[in-house]
């Protein structure tokens, strides 16, 4: 197949590759082209400029992978239901076959070579939703680097919740921050949203607030790691209590699916577009809404809700929605 590729000397070609995937920026399922003093490396598009390296395009041969779902028909393993989590290199897999979840975790590793550990998700506990895991296979780690547009987190799957699946999510509300704006993330975690909105978004100021200690230690690591100490301040603390003190912002997000309604009353004082995400009956959507509506008529607001979207499934009968509040 004919790609795009950038053409690096090859010196320069393992310290190049490393950038590239770390931004994801390498096209994967082709094998890397070497010839004349040069590698090409297969990449999704042409602006990048790095000196001595050029952009052209070559033929390159398809790696054909085997899925864990093959490794398992080969194996003569049947599962009936399975979800799989790709936090850094560490895989959390849902599965309701559970006496083949050994089986299943060697496969993932097989089909997938950056995975070092397998854990199983037996649900989430306590107040901070942090998963209850069972070690499956592979090394007995916890805590790894999840890279997402090419920042980088560091997080503990067992003390702290973390959900990959939000990447596009934290994007899409990312791209509606202008420069120079105030942000309030009320329930941070290792602050995924606010290192995103901080690097894309340029805002004047971040506020990121757990009450969990192992988040709070997590997302200031983070937060160094990233380079954006100036505009992200971690503050650990219940999120009630913490945002009286801080000043008006132009954007809160409002990750707590289980309990945000419980907090809207303080965001709604504090902000003028709330990012609302809530687990919710699907039939009674609608009625949720109006009851959002009504407390801030109650409290001499008007809202206008926008863009509600289902964002995950969470049961047979409940879903996680999410939609931007704009408080009048």
Known sequence: MKCLCLAVPKKMAEKIRKRLIDKNLMIEGVKVKRKKGYVYFPIKRSS?????????????????????????????????????DFIGDIAIIRLRDEEKAEEVAKAIMEA???????????????????RDIQ????ERSTETIHTEYGIKMKVD????????????????????????EVIIDMFAGVAPFSLIIAKFAK?????????NEFAVKYAREN??????????????????????????????????PHKSFEFL????????????????????????????????????????????????????????????????
């Open 265 to 328: 009353p303080v965001a709604i004082k504090k902000g003028e577009i709330l990012h609302y995400y809530e687990i919710v009956e699907r039939e009674k959507l609608n009625e949720r809404i109006e009851e959002i509506k009504k407390l801030a008529k109650e409290m001499g607001h008007k809202i206008e809700i926008k863009n509600v979207r289902k964002v995950g499934s969470y049961s047979p009968s409940k879903d996680k929605f999410g939609m931007e509040l704009c408080v009048k």
């Open 48 to 84: 990048i400029d790095i000196e001595e390296c050029k952009i052209c395009e070559e033929e390159f041969e398809e790696i054909k992978k085997r899925s864990y779902e093959d490794i398992l028909k080969e194996r003569g393993i049947s599962i009936d239901s399975i979800s799989i």
């Open 157 to 180: 799957v067992s003390k702290v919740y973390f959900s990959p699946r939000l990447a596009e999510e934290r994007m899409r509300v990312t791209r509606q921050i202008d420069k120079n």
């Open 135 to 138: 070690f499956i296979a592979g």
């Open 223 to 256: 937060v160094k790691m990233n380079k954006v100490e100036e505009i992200i301040e971690v503050i650990r603390g219940d999120a009630k209590e913490v945002i009286e003190m801080l000043p008006k912002a132009n954007h809160i997000i409002m990750n707590l």
């Open 112 to 130: 997938n070579k950056h995975v070092k550990t397998v854990f199983l998700d037996k649900g989430v506990k306590e107040d901070y939703r942090v």
């Open 203 to 211: 805002p004047k100021k971040v506020y990121a607030i757990d009450k």
